[in-house]
């Protein structure tokens, strides 16, 4: 029983903790500046993702790289089948 209240103590002090911490951040604001704010993180949000583009190219890699393999995987399905005989591998 002990161990429930001390883990319920710690919660609220936890809790506590962000709430003062994240509380009235926007409560505060007007509206401009709140406008002002989504802007900036839109921006950010941004930029990092393009600087991941740049410092992690191998994922545009891997998008070629299939992109190539189902335009052969569309091109050998196309319905042209090899023709067999003389110019075709040897069969056993």
């Known amino acids: 029983m002990t161990y429930v209240i ?3 103590f710690l919660f609220f002090i936890v809790y506590g903790i962000v709430k003062a911490a994240i509380g009235r951040r926007y409560s505060e604001m007007t509206e401009e500046e709140f406008e002002a704010e ?3 993180s839109s921006a950010m949000g941004a ?3 393009s600087l ?3 410092i992690d190219p191998v994922h545009a890699v891997e998008h070629i790289e299939k992109q190539r ?3 052969e995987a569309v ?3 196309s319905g042209d089948r090899p023709e067999t ?3 075709g591998p ?3």
Request: no cysteine.
């Open 75 to 77: 091109v050998t399905n």
């Open 38 to 40: 989504a802007k900036r």
């Open 69 to 71: 393999q189902r335009i």
């Open 85 to 87: 005989g003389s110019a």
């Open 47 to 49: 930029a990092v993702g």
């Open 90 to 92: 040897a069969q056993k």
């Open 6 to 8: 001390a883990l319920a």
């Open 52 to 54: 991941q583009k740049v």
